[in-house]
């Protein structure tokens, strides 16, 4: 007899409980500040226990953090997916419109997590450190794009870099506007300016 229905259903069990985990938390963060809630408050919200909490998520920082999970991954794919012959800038445009993309499809979510992050110390130090892993695997799929030793050449690191720190702007500017700015049109306006360089490979 097959366990697979009974796997899939502890699987969306366990996504519930990280998203009421999830939802708690932010809603929590938001209102009363990063550093005046506890692990007991968000875990007495969502209705577990704090052992439970500590199933899903190894510290508060990880439960806002873990939102950007994925888009380090996302990023690399959509870039390896990019035709070689597109312009580095243009490659690097789509690249980081997939996290903005993300941020647009869940904008009160979204708009919650940006600003807790860039406005908490603590966790804008852990989102920091994700953009330097992203950073070094988007300098690493450049380099093998256009057939540039990552060791020796400036380019991939430099561009990837850029990218991010368009990136980084325009979550700044859409936090800052309350969500009002379009961050798929902020994106097209941040790579305007930077194209001219990274073309210039």
């Not at 312009?87 to 940006?114: F, K, M, Y």
């Not at 988007?138 to 561009?159: M, N, Q």
């Amino acid at each position: 007899m097959s366990t697979r229905p009974e796997v899939t259903m502890a699987e969306r069990k366990r996504q519930l409980v990280s998203n009421e985990l999830t939802e708690a938390a932010l809603q929590l963060l938001a209102s009363k500040g990063f550093d005046a809630v506890t692990i007991d408050e968000i875990a007495t919200a969502a209705g577990v226990s704090k052992r439970t909490f500590f199933r899903y998520f190894a510290s508060k920082e990880d439960v806002v953090v873990q939102f950007l999970a994925g888009m380090g991954a996302d990023m690399r794919t959509e870039l390896a997916a990019r035709s070689p012959q597109e312009r580095p800038s243009a490659a690097l445009r789509h690249t980081v419109g997939v996290p903005i993309a993300t941020c647009a499809d869940h904008s009160d979510r979204a708009l919650r997590v940006v600003r807790l992050i860039l406005r908490t110390p603590a966790l804008h130090a852990r989102f920091l450190e994700r953009q330097a892993q992203w950073r070094d695997d988007l300098a690493a799929e450049l380099a093998h794009r256009l057939g540039l030793d990552p060791g020796t050449d400036l380019y991939p690191r430099l561009a990837a870099g850029m990218a991010l720190t368009a990136f980084d702007a325009v979550l700044h500017r859409w936090s800052g506007s309350d969500g009002a700015e379009d961050p798929d049109e902020l994106i097209d306006r941040a790579f305007a300016v930077i194209a001219p360089a990274l073309d210039a490979v």
